[in-house]
């Protein structure tokens, strides 16, 4: 039976749909960013100093992501403590 706000029954997610479609759109960015650099380097020929440059500045990226939100309070687990 349907509530007075909308039409939303108990336990009935809003979102539904949206959050498949969100799962699909993350599954097809990452391949796309996955075998970019494959075929790149595969296709195209790419002076290796320039893919080299990319590619050290993606693993740039993820290390300072990691960096910046360990200072935000998420105290990542380190090795050393028990």
């Known amino acids: 039976m ?3 706000c909308g039409g ?4 009935e997610d809003r ?5 498949i479609g ?3 759109i993350i599954l097809v960015t990452s391949l796309c960013g996955t075998l ?6 595969r296709a195209w020929r790419v002076p290796a100093p320039a893919f080299d440059f990319v590619k050290f500045f993606g693993s740039g990226v993820i ?3 990691v960096f910046f939100w360990d200072e935000k309070g998420l ?3 380190s ?3 028990p």
């Open 2 to 4: 349907s509530g007075g």
């Open 8 to 11: 939303v029954e108990r336990g």
């Open 15 to 19: 979102w539904k749909n949206l959050r």
């Open 75 to 77: 105290n990542l687990p």
């Open 63 to 65: 290390v300072s992501a």
């Open 36 to 41: 970019a650099p494959i075929l790149a380097k």
């Open 22 to 24: 969100a799962i699909f």
């Open 79 to 81: 090795p050393s403590t």
